[in-house]
């Protein structure tokens, strides 16, 4: 009995012993596949677009300027490639071009040919079409916005420049930025590094590329440090391609490169910038883009803003003064390279982002020509509080000089901050307002109205010239029978597909002003109406309470033009401290509205009064009630991002499941296991 006692004892050790190493194996199985279905790389996903995949040139991150009738060189990452064609599109024309070379290049490690562009090709943007076979796989990919043609070289080019979005988080205010830039309608846009918060999170290249390709203009993208994992860059080199190349667009050069993960640039790479600036020595505009700013904070604490009679001699005590980016004083080899490049090879604008803060000051030389260090704002999620976000608009010319009153918003001195072009009204303060240039069309401009409207509020102390404003209008009736209001501007018209593309031509936005226009065949009898006027949300902040109204307006014939809102409260009549625009899409126009009242009043009258673009008008008053006092908020946004970085949230989701999963194995082992005898 005790024999058979002890058997079946050490048999029910034995089972538990098995029982609880399965439990070990699963549970640490179950937590690996966590992490691993959490953390899946982006490189699976279907809806990321890989640009530079296949393609390494020209890309949408890097477009290629070419004049009409030249040589078009595209580089393509194969060894084999046949039956190679070539098309560049925009949505008014389309041309095929002729093969004149294609052969492999061992040099440059892939396959290159080389395209005529026609001579009749009007100078814009164009997508790049290329269709060919390759060891029996036939081909066909699509660089959007890619080829750039001009009829000649130009001598000024308007240059907008940012950078710093690092989506997922900061996709509503880089949205505000594409919208921005499409109206102001730059030359060309350079957007310096820090696209994604992290490269493995599909979500935020999806966000980045649904903004990016609405781009309208030509934009040449720079790697920042959120680009990297770790010490790699594979992710970016696939979808946006080379972390460090050269842009020539006639006597412009532009070098972008690439400070890595750690924000300093290698010996080699400097030596190649040094062979592209030998190679480009007679260019009359030379410029350096790349991410992590060469000059530090100290220069905007202490207003330094010009540098003058300096040599390369003088980097030791810049050095010295603590003047230098901190990420430099660990390569100050490689940081005293890069200035004597700046210096000897006259390389006029060194432009520059990461802080997220605006830093600027100007390099005199001992031979009396100047250098701009610029750091720009950003349109990042994580800025400082109170500080902007917003971007710069240079005018720079071939020759080598640059528009100095474009340097900084309004014409400021650079060392008056902030010195970006603003977007927003800044980090933490009320009421806060995201897009400070409004504009939209009404009540859409999609070719199937007989009437549209377009409106655009500058509320910035900057004019802005050639904003760009194109109607697209029903083409079953000919450009003449339509009318104008207030007068019918200069034009140019396109008939494609039965619409009909007008752009408008030399249109200028005056600072702290508007413009309007309607182009019409039908006429508008209908007054507009009012859909809701709620509250949004009550902000208590210093002895003050925010009230904040939603107010959706609707016009379905010229449009909405403006909302006219007060409130009333204790026979006191209060009008708005803002009326900010959120949307405008199909008739609908939807605003937020900010009253700043005492505390104490519990109970509002709002009233509304809507126009349309044809002076119908239309009104309503609503009663709103104090719900009960909400918690005091940052910043009120026109979308919510995220207010932690997603793969932040996946880590904590990880050790959160780990941790309930070892709690359950301890409440397991503290009770054992049961065998049943057999």
Sequence with gaps: MIKGQTFYSARNSELRGINMRRSYVLLLSLAIIFIALSSIPLLSSPKVIYFAKVVKYPLPSIPEPVL???????????????????????PYSSYELSLDKAFYDNRANCFKALFRIPGDVEPTIYDLILKFKSKGKLYEIVEPRSVWVFDEWPKALKLLFCGDTKTPGGVQYFAEFVRTVNLLNPDLLIFDGDLVETPTIKSAWDLFIKWFLRIRVPTYIVIGNHEYSGASADIYKRIMGYTNYSVIIGDFLFIMLD???????????????????????????????????????????????????????????????????????????????????????????????????????????????????ITTAVVAYDIREKDIRGFRYFLIFSNGSVDERTLCYDGKSITDYPTSIPIDTGEGILPYKLGLIEYYYAPSN???????????????????????????????????????????????????????????????????????????????????????????DIIERGGIAWWIINVTVYDDGWGVDKVNVNATYADKTVDPVLIDLINASNGKVSYKVWFKLPPEVSEIRVSVKVKDFASNDASISVNITKPGLKKEIKSEHKEVGLPIPIQYLVTICVIVTIAVLLVIFKIIKRRGFKARPS
């Design 446 to 536: 999609d070719g199937e109205r007989y009437a549209v409207s377009f409106k655009a509020v500058n509320e910035l102390n900057q004019t802005f010239h050639d904003i760009y404003v194109e109607f697209i209008l029903p083409g079953d009736r000919t450009f003449d029978e339509y009318k104008w209001i207030p007068e019918k501007p200069r034009c140019v018209v396109r008939k494609v597909n039965d619409k009909l593309y007008v752009r408008l031509i030399n249109i200028t936005l005056p600072a702290l002003s508007e413009v309007k226009y309607t182009v019409y065949a039908v006429e508008d009898k209908s007054p507009p109406r009012v859909l809701n006027v709620t509250l949004a």
């Design 68 to 90: 009409k009738g030249d040589l078009l060189e595209v580089r393509i990452d194969l060894e084999d490639v046949s039956e190679l064609s070539a098309t560049i599109k925009n």
């Design 259 to 373: 400070t890595g993960p750690e924000g300093w640039i290698p010996m080699d790479q400097l030596k190649w910038a040094e062979r592209v600036l030998k190679e480009n020595f007679n260019k009359g505009f030379k410029a350096m883009i790349f991410h992590h700013p060469f000059f530090g904070y100290k220069v905007k604490e202490e207003r330094i803003g010009i540098l003058t009679n300096i040599s390369v001699e003088d980097f030791d005590k810049l050095v010295d003064q603590g003047l230098l980016y901190k990420s430099w004083y660990n390569h100050l080899d490689e940081a005293r390279y890069l200035f004597k490049l700046i210096l000897k090879y006259d390389v006029r604008m060194i432009l520059t982002a990461h802080t997220h803060t605006d830093i600027n000051t100007i390099v005199i030389d001992t031979n009396g020509r100047k250098h701009y260090f």
